[in-house]
């Protein structure tokens, strides 16, 4: 049975104090969804420098990536279609579609020496 995935918020940029200097409030409005078979949520620590290489589960692919990070940045490698990986730094948070082609592949790389914790959510 399919779910619906549900991505919505806004994004916003206004001057810290007033608006003193005229500049424009900065506003854009999120509402991303998809329909999806099935979802997996992992949490789990990098303690080596060496990759590692993240199991959807019971997914075959993904076409919802989101990945939290704490303790420092990683470098997601992410595969999908006949692309090859794509590379992306994370420093605390990624949230990915892709609606043509879904996401078959994901490979993480801790920052050396930095002991990090990642969330990640995945939706297909």
Do not use: C, H, W
Request: proline content about 4%; charged content about 20%; cysteine-free.
């Amino acid at each position: 049975m399919a779910d619906a995935l549900t991505f919505k918020g806004e994004l916003r940029v206004t001057p810290q104090v007033g608006n003193p200097s005229g500049d424009a409030t900065v506003d854009e409005l999120v509402d991303e969804s998809l329909v999806v078979e099935d979802s997996v949520m992992q949490k789990f620590s990098l303690l080596s420098d060496s990759q590692a290489i993240v199991s959807f589960g019971a997914l075959a692919s993904a076409r919802m990536v989101q990945i939290k990070v704490v303790g420092g940045p990683v470098q997601a490698a992410l595969s999908f279609g006949l692309v090859a990986d794509q590379i992306i730094s994370v420093d605390s948070l990624a949230v990915l579609f892709s609606e043509a082609a879904p996401y078959t592949g994901l490979k993480l790389t801790r920052a050396p020496g930095k002991d990090t914790a990642v969330r990640l959510f995945l939706a297909g």
